[in-house]
């Protein structure tokens, strides 16, 4: 599963995953954290949205963390 931030204003935090595609575009899960309050969304985003916010930095994957070698 692939975990997306928003760029958003500051002291608010919104992350997506990815939960399934087809052919119209993806069902996600959006969170939003702010102020101490945590609300989670499940919602659909088409494709053509999808680019739109990718090629202009809306959102941007989340690389996952690294693994520890002890």
Do not use: Q, W
Request: net charge negative.
């Amino acid at each position: 599963m692939k975990r997306y931030c928003i760029r958003s204003r500051e002291g608010k935090i919104e992350y997506f995953d990815i939960i399934s595609e087809n052919e119209e575009g993806y069902h996600i899960r959006l969170t939003r954290l702010f102020h101490g309050n945590k609300k989670t969304f499940d919602e659909s985003m088409s494709h053509y949205l999808f680019d739109i916010c990718i090629k202009t930095g809306y959102i941007f994957e989340l690389e996952p963390a690294a693994a520890t070698v002890a």
